[in-house]
């Protein structure tokens, strides 16, 4: 392993991959703790220090911020705005047939797609950073609070001054995303999901250790015994999957023969990510917002459906929001699996190149094949992501430790996925080389 490791930085290639995705990563944690202007970051560090975190949608975003977003810096939006734009991008291609033909048309439609993408990331971010805005200067960012520090995150609210953080936090945003290209093109790995892999990794350590003075040595154990069979169970299941056998008939094209091959398609147990999970918390997260601007400033009581939507679906140890959050879970995975996997398509293309599945003819029976295999599948992949989206709210219902707990949720699965696919990259380049990877 530590010659493996050796070779990696004898490399010259490599080694400047490696080095130029490490210096872009710098940069961007360095950006991460620049405060965007007319901030009171000593309020907000105050904020910080009284109210840990923010339960929610809000929670999840300050996650893949790395912890930005709460502290109002110029990267505050992370990498959402272009998460979901790319979601928003591919679910409009069920809708907008355009789409759909670009994606068809190879890369020249890619290259579009990807600049449609961007642009939708600037306009997100710049109505997520003009919501945040608003956000902190009525006081609400930390929730409903009496702290005087969280009623004064502006030194100057102006209007001016609002649109000088609004137009940062865009830009800081459209940094990220050419950040992300410029890894992705120039260093190593996927660079958007090396970001989101380093904004979550960041607020490990914290976590950890805010676990450790509030709970004491005990919990901590048991917490980081939890984390490693979490993380051997989801390593496990995301390299597990379907592989479906084809086989391409011969044929005649002048003097040259082609095809005879065998092949499979590989149909993986989790194939729709962390998506469902953000769906979801997206969803849930709404009844709490529209409570929020339902509750009186004055102090009175609130309407009685106010009241049920406060004490069921806004801190999440309710079993009720668990039941609802795992069945949105897995509605949504079979939702988002039936629109980035079509099997009358997948079967259209066998039968156009001379593919077939043992057993199954051409065309409409394979595609019927496909989808009873990719239901059958999808079944036990949504319960899983479902369980793993749960352990968050279990650990809050039990410990008090639902920010705290790192090994759960969206956070792990994009760990472990992360750092899967950039070893692979690693050891392909490697084996490319000296003809042996990362293990023998």
């Known amino acids: 392993m530590f010659s493996a490791i050796a070779r990696i930085f004898r490399t010259p290639d490599l080694r400047r991959k490696i080095g130029f995705t490490l210096a872009i990563i710098a940069i961007y944690r360095l950006g991460s703790h620049v405060p965007a202007p007319f901030i009171n970051f000593p309020n907000v560090q105050e904020c910080l220090a009284f109210n840990a975190g923010t339960e929610g949608l809000l929670g999840l975003v300050n996650v893949f911020s790395g912890g930005a977003l709460l502290q109002l810096s110029i990267f505050a939006l992370g990498v959402m705005p272009y998460i ?26 890619q290259a579009k797609l990807t600049q449609y993408t961007r642009y939708l990331t600037i306009a997100l971010a710049l109505l997520q950073s003009t919501t945040l805005v608003t956000v902190a200067r009525s006081g609400q960012l930390f929730g409903a609070t009496d702290f005087a520090a969280c009623n004064q995150l502006l030194t100057n609210d102006v209007w001016w001054a609002q649109m000088l953080i609004i137009m940062s936090m865009t830009a800081g945003c459209g940094l990220i995303m050419w950040f992300a290209e410029l890894v992705t093109e120039r260093g190593i790995g996927n660079g958007m999901s090396l970001l989101i892999f380093v904004s979550i990794a960041a607020t490990f350590p914290g976590s950890l250790g805010r676990i450790w003075e509030a709970h004491g040595i005990d919990i901590f154990l048991l917490v980081m015994i939890v984390g490693l069979i979490v993380m051997t169970l989801v390593v496990y299941v995301e390299q597990s999957q379907r592989r479906i056998p084809v086989q391409y008939a011969k044929r005649m094209v002048g003097r040259r023969t082609y095809g005879g091959t065998n092949t499979y398609i590989p149909i993986k147990v989790n194939m729709a990510g962390v998506i469902p999970i953000i769906f979801a918390s997206s969803l849930l997260y709404l009844p709490m917002l529209i409570a929020q601007f339902n509750t009186p400033a004055d102090g009175s009581a609130p309407a009685p459906w106010v009241t049920w939507i406060q004490q069921y ?78 352990i968050p709210l279990v650990a809050l219902a039990t410990v008090q430790a639902n920010q705290d707990f790192p090994f759960g949720g969206a956070s792990i699965l994009i760990i472990v996925g992360v750092g899967l696919e950039t070893v692979k990259q690693i050891d392909a380049q490697l084996q490319q080389r000296h003809y042996e990877g990362l293990l023998r």
Do not use: C, W
Request: charged share 15%.
């Open 313 to 390: 679906f806004t801190t999440g140890d309710h079993p009720l929001y668990m039941a609802v959050y795992f069945f949105l879970i897995i509605g949504f995975t079979f939702f988002y699996v039936a629109i980035t996997f079509n099997p009358v398509e997948v079967a259209d293309n066998m039968k156009k190149y001379g593919g077939f599945i043992p057993g199954i003819r051409a065309g409409r029976p394979t595609a019927e094949y496909l989808d009873y295999v990719l239901t059958r599948i999808t079944t036990p992949g949504s319960i899983y992501i479902g369980l793993i989206a749960l």
């Open 84 to 109: 979901t734009a790319t979601i928003i991008t591919q679910l409009l291609r069920v809708v907008i047939p355009h789409f759909e033909t670009l994606h068809k048309e190879g890369q020249a439609g």
